[in-house]
């Protein structure tokens, strides 16, 4: 359980992350979504006692991260996959993190089998490791004192198609199995397959929290027809928002309030769907849009 209480960061006169209070719940894979620069970093590096809040508090397991005996133990991180000394060895970096966790060698030979860094890979230096291999790393270290939390920012970055589906399915086992996952990305798409809940961040400020179901229904209804002039007018008419998105019209209505709604206009529907994760793509672009802040981001 990670829980976020009023949590705030600020530089100078400048708020990056401003009063954001959420929790993390065991059993569950928590996708934290939100542009660049929109405070998901430093979030996690406050709960992970790395940058001390301006206000707030942040708690893993009941209690502060930095009083955790052991943390490794029982929080698995990863925020920079780069952070490790680039003239070590894969298998030096997690025989290290071993013998300070107090774990058998034995483990490392299983995480390096776990995340797919073969015998040669994990005697190479991390300077010769490319993004992907550093990611496969920094997760196997996470892993490595078998904790029952994972912070993991942007984890699928420099992954390849076939490294976030293995991610996906090692991260859904971790979280069926009681663990708590919170998973951060820029990307809807790298995390939605494997997220329940999203937290959405936007200017340092949480603009959605909810279960994926709820958020994919909020994402509305995609339609298409014969007509959709007059059907975009009579969904209007009978008070829902209607959007035009990609050739198709995309409305707050529930399927079945369209095809009513078509059936009465007599207009013919060629498609009629839940809106699905284009719609929460939309959705999540739209809460974001105008905090987004790409242009200054670090
Ligand atoms: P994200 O992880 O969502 O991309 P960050 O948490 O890294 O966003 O950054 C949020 C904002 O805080 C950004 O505008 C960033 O430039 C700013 N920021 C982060 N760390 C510092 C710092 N040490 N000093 C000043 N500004 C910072």
């Known amino acids: 359980m990670i829980t976020v209480e009023h949590l705030t960061r600020r530089y100078g006169s400048y708020v990056a992350v401003d009063d954001v209070s959420f929790e993390v719940r065991p059993g569950s894979v928590t996708g934290f979504l ?4 929109a405070g998901k970093s430093t979030c996690m590096r406050m709960i992970c006692g790395l940058t001390p809040p301006s206000g707030g508090v942040a708690r893993v397991l009941g209690g502060s991260y930095t009083d955790l005996p052991n943390p490794g133990r029982q929080v698995g991180v990863l925020l920079d996959a780069a952070a490790q000394h680039n003239g070590r060895t894969g298998r030096e970096i997690l025989s290290l993190g071993a013998i300070l966790m107090g774990l058998p060698k034995s483990r490392v ?46 984890p699928a970055n420099g992954l390849d198609p076939a490294g976030i589906r293995w991610m996906r399915t090692l991260l859904r086992g971790f979280a069926d199995e009681g663990g708590t996952v919170l998973l951060s990305s820029h990307l809807l798409h790298e995390i939605e397959v494997v997220a329940d809940h999203f937290i959405v961040i936007g200017r340092g400020k949480i603009v959605a929290n909810g279960p994926k179901s709820q958020l994919m229904a909020a994402a509305g209804t995609s339609v298409r027809s014969t007509d959709d002039m007059r059907l975009a007018g009579a969904l209007q008419g009978a008070g829902f928002a209607v959007d035009g998105v990609g050739g198709a019209i995309r409305t707050d209505a529930e399927p079945a309030q369209v095809g009513r709604i078509a059936l009465d206009q007599q207009i013919a529907l060629i498609e009629l769907k839940a809106a699905g994760s284009a719609g929460l793509e939309e959705m999540f672009l739209q809460l974001t849009a105008a905090d987004a802040r790409e242009g200054v981001a670090a």
Do not use: F, T
């Open 109 to 154: 030979d299983e995480m390096l089998h776990l995340v797919g860094l073969n015998g040669d890979e994990s005697k190479r230096r991390l300077r010769d490791y490319s993004l992907g291999m550093r990611q496969r790393l920094g997760i196997a270290h996470a892993l490595l004192g078998d904790p029952k939390v994972l912070i993991l920012d942007e």
């Open 34 to 37: 939100g542009p660049n620069g």
